[in-house]
């Protein structure tokens, strides 16, 4: 009996639809069974979730620890476990695994001295494997960190290195040849005219090189090496000199040039097309993009947007990543990228970044500044006024200690092991030499008052009401502390009294001394709301440069407010995940008196919808009244 072939046939235009709709069943049957790649973003805690990264055929299965502490055969089961419910989920939709093309890494760290480095397979030794179509056991080969593996055209390692994909350029092994190597000995090898070299070029191995530039990083040195090798051979089968002027080889032909590629050129374009595309997106590269960023400002402890540091003197904190190759391509090329996003703020006034701080002062060399940064990591800092007490006088007598303690913090940071002595030593000199300018810590410039909610968490209550603070005790206990003299003034000390069950409503987050061995002396009230910093002056500069309006259209707009004719309309639409909201205030249909602002809709963790932009709307419909409130002082009425 004949056997009836299954699946769609080769250039059937409903192959696609039918493999989407299959890999979406697949996906959700993977899900449904266990956790794969799951990260929360560092500052706005957004939880960022990858099961699988497909296309056709080519499917990368991911799992990551759940915490930092999670064994690392926990991790390998798991991922022996995703593998046997992937292949059951593709068999069952007609498919099948082929052992011998699966291949797979395991990226863990190795600390030493506070310092880390990628573990081998000598080190971590572990294996999985996975069941043939004839239900035999065979183990898949496992790839060191360093080693890459060609996927849709790319190849990059695990750890980032860029020699795998330049080798698949470059290389000159008879009988594995590169795909530069292969090209020009096509064109050695054949009589072809100077203008058919030019085409082959740029049809052909211009646009292979081109097409793995967005995702790579490939540092400005490799790309030499590849434009050397390519136009040596490439301009005299042209019939142009070798040694022709660069600006001539790669100005645009509008410019009477050649307009060859120049890779790293090229590169910093499709990557900088890319960010912009995307940064400001849901999309899971917008995510992506969004997530390393937050990591990067905590990592390198700057609170100034990545791309207007310079990448000289702050690229070395960082870890080489996708990002910050685009950031050192951007000082390299002397540009900038602005934009909104969420980062790190000073919490009081006359506060600053650790970090910018110890740069500016150029006090310290790399590697000590790389010793003071591993210590602020570990103790979970950003701000100066992470490390002050709650009067903002003097450094907490904890980060001035030989054995300091790490704080609570709501952000998620990089994981960073107890450093050694000497980078404390380079820690408590930054301290002294560097942020307080004295030995005992005490503030020169002390911190003013409290602008917005810190991102350190507290034990400690205070209600004003009661006069009386509060310490979690447990789990559903609190123990009561009471003023201990008459004044029950706030910054007095309070005395352990006894313990409850349930807090006041009216308790705020408090700062609060415990160097005593019984009573304790309350520094500050933290506030709980969160002020947005992702603009300068907490966005107010950045609103009014989009607001329209006189100072004669102000006064005559508060006098139709007052008569009862003033008509305030707003709308907001968002599209590609950008929303934008337009408003008006004016009188009747006979008025010409109006006051009326565009603006772009702040992101958020959430999705932007348009019920979100038509409420910014309406925001800045009261932002602007408010704005004439406090200039014009008007006297306030009712809105009808």
């Not at 052992?99 to 001295?113: A, G, T």
């Amino acid at each position: 009996m004949q056997q009836i072939l299954q699946g769609s046939i080769q250039g059937n235009a409903a192959a696609s639809p039918m493999f989407i709709a299959i890999s979406c069943v697949l996906l959700q049957f993977l899900e449904s069974y266990l956790q794969g790649f799951e990260i929360h973003t560092a500052i706005t805690l957004t939880l960022l979730t990858i099961a699988a990264v497909m296309y056709v055929d080519d499917t990368d299965l991911l799992v990551s620890a759940k915490s930092p502490m999670e064994p690392l055969y926990y991790v390998v089961a798991r991922m022996q476990r995703s593998i046997k419910i992937w292949r059951k989920g593709v068999i069952q939709t007609g498919g099948a695994l082929r052992p011998e093309k699966c291949k797979w890494s395991l990226i863990s760290f190795k600390w030493r001295n506070g310092k880390w480095r990628y573990g081998t397979i000598e080190e971590d030794r572990a294996k999985v494997h996975l069941r043939n179509s004839d239900g035999e056991k065979v183990e898949i080969e496992r790839l060191e960190s360093h080693q890459g593996l060609m996927g849709l055209g790319v190849c990059i390692a695990p750890d980032g290195n860029q020699m795998e994909q330049i080798k698949i350029f470059m290389n000159d092994t008879p009988g594995n040849e590169g795909k530069i190597t292969t090209w020009i000995n096509n064109v050695r090898s054949k009589f072809l005219r100077p203008h058919d070299v030019y085409l082959s070029a740029f049809r052909s191995i211009f646009k292979t090189i081109e097409y793995v530039l967005p995702a790579t990083s490939i540092s400005i040195s490799e790309a030499k090496l590849i434009e050397t090798k390519l136009y040596k051979a490439m301009l005299p089968k042209m019939g142009v000199a070798r040694n022709i002027s660069l600006a001539y080889r790669y100005a645009p032909k509008r410019y009477q040039g050649l307009g060859c590629l120049e890779v790293h050129v090229q590169q910093y374009c499709e990557k900088v097309k890319m960010f912009l595309f995307h940064s400001n997106t849901d999309t899971q590269l917008g995510q992506s993009i969004k997530a390393n960023l937050e990591t990067l400002h905590l990592l390198v402890g700057a609170n100034t947007p990545i791309f207007q540091l310079q990448f000289q003197q702050y690229g070395f904190l960082g870890e080489t990543s996708w990002l910050t190759h685009l950031w050192h391509m951007n000082d390299t090329m002397g540009f900038t990228l602005q934009g909104l996003y969420t980062r790190p703020h000073i919490i009081r006034e006359h506060d600053f970044p650790l970090m910018e701080k110890l740069v500016s002062s150029d006090s310290m060399t790399q590697k000590e500044m790389l010793s003071v940064n591993r210590c602020r990591i570990y103790l979970k800092v950003q701000n100066m006024s992470d490390i002050t007490n709650g009067m903002g006088t003097s450094v907490e007598i904890n980060y001035m200690s030989s054995n300091p303690l790490p704080s609570e913090s709501k952000y998620v940071w990089p994981n960073q092991p107890k450093p050694p002595s000497n980078d404390w030593k380079e820690w408590r000199k930054a301290v002294i030499e560097v942020w307080s300018c004295n030995e005992q810590g005490i503030l020169q410039q002390p911190m003013g008052p409290i602008v917005c909610a810190s991102h350190q968490k507290t034990q400690w209550t205070y209600s004003d009401t009661m006069k009386k603070l509060y310490r979690i005790f447990s789990d559903n206990q609190f123990l009561v502390y009471e003023p201990s003299n008459r004044s029950q003034r706030r910054n007095s000390t309070f005395t352990p009294s006894h313990r409850c069950d349930q807090l006041p409503l009216d308790v705020q987050k408090a700062k609060v001394n415990t160097n005593t061995s019984i009573n304790v002396t309350m520094e500050s009230i933290l506030p709980e709301t969160t002020i947005n910093f992702t603009s300068d002056t907490h966005g107010e500069s950045t609103f009014f440069k989009h607001v329209s309006t006189t100072s004669v259209n102000e006064h005559q707009i508060v006098q139709l407010i007052k008569d009862g004719n003033a008509i305030a309309a707003s709308d907001g639409s968002v599209k590609y995940s950008i929303g934008t909201a337009s408003w008006i205030i004016t009188g009747d249909k006979s008025s010409i008196t109006e006051i009326q602002g565009s603006h772009g809709v702040p992101p958020s963790t959430s999705t932007m919808t348009s019920h979100r932009a038509e409420l910014y709307g309406i925001y800045a419909i009261l932002n602007m009244l408010l704005a004439l409130e406090k200039s014009l002082t008007f006297q306030k009425v009712d809105l009808k």
